[in-house]
């Protein structure tokens, strides 16, 4: 049997595959941030699909965090049971599922969340609509709010709960040079621009306890200018795990552009695949919790190879799935055709349109 489809833990979390369904937004929540039931029964096809992990749609932690129309939110009481009715259909169809928890700080809809957006640093060029600055005791009531999402998604039965802090979402934005501008002890030093991380995953803690699983997406590399590299994000790693942090989901580039954008398309050959494999094993040789890679992967072959050679210990995939939620049965049946997404983000038009997000390139070849 492949490596692949061997069982694991993540802090006690028993997962049947290695195989994770990354987070992203499928545009299928109410307009006030709330579980729907086509949302559910998204989570639950692709759970049976055999995906060993499923990671939720970034949901916002508090109002003014909101991205995105049709985003789900995870900043009220009030959201628990309809988050808790997705969970248990997860667990119904033999899957585990974690809430990733989200601001989308700079990239927050203004027009959407009626707030003018919380930045790290307030600077010339960064915006050609207001900012506001987020001050010290914001920054405590923000890890606060983390707090309180994870102390929610656990009261709705979720298996655990991922930070996310990449792709240049808040978080990413303290441990980014090109955002974080301040002088205080937020600022300059890596230690300092991972301070409100290493809060949050304290905060985490303290509202959820030792034993539930704690994940993390975050950048290997902003690949922008001024951005964050490698060492900084290795030192930041470090600091995290230390913090109490269980498992790293490893992704690179900014939302303003740079890698996570030309990278997305024309993935059309297994080179082109696991665009961070090579930062990947510089944080194997330095990090000691489990590294989970995301980011073009689409070959059994290229995810086997990973695993095997000890670089990975999860292979993530989210546009896959979109077209394909069976694929990981289609692997393990034996079928290991590549995945047939074609990586063209047409998925996002329908999304954006209010349909909620599916593959527009298969119901057009239809």
């Known amino acids: 049997m492949s490596k692949l489809f061997e069982s694991s833990e993540i802090n006690g979390m028993k997962l049947a595959n290695r195989f994770v369904r990354s987070a992203t937004w499928e545009g299928m929540a109410s307009p006030e941030g709330a579980v729907t039931p086509k949302l559910i029964e998204t989570m639950r096809v692709l759970a049976k699909g055999g995906v060993g992990l499923i990671i ?37 169809a033999g899957g585990r599922i974690v809430m990733q928890l989200a601001h989308a700080g700079h990239f927050a809809a203004g027009k959407l969340t009626g707030q003018i957006p919380l930045v790290v640093s307030d600077f010339e060029g960064l915006a050609k609509t207001p900012r506001k600055e987020i001050t010290v005791s914001d920054i405590k009531e923000l890890v606060s709010a983390f707090a309180e999402a994870a102390r929610r998604a656990k009261a709705a039965d979720f298996d655990g709960v991922q930070i996310h802090s990449a792709h240049g979402y808040f978080l990413s934005q303290f441990l980014s040079p090109a955002f974080n501008r301040r002088t205080d002890n937020y600022g300059g030093t890596i230690n300092n621009r991972a301070r409100i991380h290493v809060e949050t995953v304290k905060a985490i803690r303290n509202a959820v306890g030792d034993n539930y699983p704690l994940l993390i997406k975050m950048n290997c590399r902003d690949f922008a200018e001024n951005g964050l590299d490698l060492n900084d994000s290795l030192v930041a790693a470090n600091l995290l795990s230390d913090a109490g942090l269980d498992a790293i989901e490893l992704s690179g580039g900014m939302l303003t552009g740079g890698k996570l954008s030309p990278s997305r398309f024309g993935i059309n050959s297994p080179d082109k695949e696991a665009y961070f494999r090579e930062e990947l094993r510089a944080f194997k040789k330095q ?28 292979i993530s995939m989210s546009r896959p799935f979109i077209r ?23 998925c996002f038009v329908p999304a954006l349109e209010g349909k909620g997000m599916y593959c527009l390139t298969r119901e057009r070849e239809k």
């Not at 992967?297 to 190879?305: D, K, Q, T, Y």
């Open 56 to 92: 939720s749609s970034h949901s916002y932690v508090r109002t003014d965090g909101q991205a995105s129309p049709w985003q789900l939110g995870v900043f009220k009481d009030d959201l628990i049971p309809g988050l808790r009715e997705m969970a248990a259909a997860v667990h119904e």
């Open 324 to 346: 394909e939620p069976d694929l990981i049965s289609r692997w393990k049946s034996g079928d290991r055709r590549k995945a047939e997404c074609k990586s063209d983000n047409l």
């Open 287 to 314: 990090i000691k919790i489990p590294l989970i890679l995301v980011g073009g992967n689409r070959s059994f072959e290229v995810a086997e190879e990973l695993v095997k050679e000890g670089s990975a210990d999860y």
